[in-house]
């Protein structure tokens, strides 16, 4: 069965989506590989701190829309951009004891980690939505919407409401009786066994 309109968009979404996770996982790989290339002999300091300054300037522009793009997908390790901006530049990464290094290298890991559990989490719900399947995206669900109460039900609602209110009342100051009997009287209970006043 071909895919409706609103499946069709739940795909474009996700093919959106996992574009931007996948560019942005590449990035994360390139920050890592010029922080690691960094104390190797005779490689280009000042170069490898330009494209360290532009590569961060990138991610943390594409972090900001991917969030928002990726809304309650969005699974990524709480400290990655800390990472980012921790990491003033090269030069002062690499002034730190080895232990700081490392630790720095253990979260960059774990934030790839993340990011590649987000991405597969996307793709699977591509294959799902593809197949048909209800799946949410951010806040968005492909399945048919749900239909509220009708127009006719809500104001039958209100009324009864009201007729309840009016009841309750009645019966707390004394001409609940009254209400009773005019009830039965409306709804065929019969007529009250209270004797009438006579006519004058």
Do not use: C
């Amino acid at each position: 069965m071909a895919p409706n309109k609103k499946q069709l968009k739940i795909i474009e979404l996700l093919d959106r989506s996992i574009q931007l996770t996948r560019e942005f996982m590449n990035d994360w790989l390139l920050f890592n590989q010029i922080l690691s290339a960094y104390p190797s002999p005779g490689v280009n300091k000042a170069q490898l701190e330009n494209q360290f300054l532009k590569i961060k300037s990138k991610l943390a522009r594409e972090h900001q829309v991917l969030k928002e793009s990726l809304g309650a997908d969005y699974k990524f390790d709480a400290n990655t951009m800390n990472i980012v901006s921790g990491a003033t530049n090269l030069e002062a990464i690499y002034s730190q004891s080895e232990v700081a290094i490392k630790k720095l290298q253990n979260e960059w890991h774990r934030s790839f980690i993340s990011i590649n559990e987000t991405l597969g989490a996307l793709e699977d719900k591509k294959v799902r939505a593809e197949a048909g399947e209800n799946v949410i995206v951010g806040n968005m669900i492909n399945a048919p919407a749900r239909q509220g109460m009708s127009k006719g039900t809500k104001q039958a609602l209100i009324v009864i409401g009201i007729i309840i209110a009016i009841i309750v009342i009645a019966s707390v100051t004394g001409y609940g009786q009254m209400w009773v009997d005019s009830f039965n009287d409306l709804f065929g209970g019969g007529r009250s066994t209270q004797a009438l006043p006579p006519a004058q």
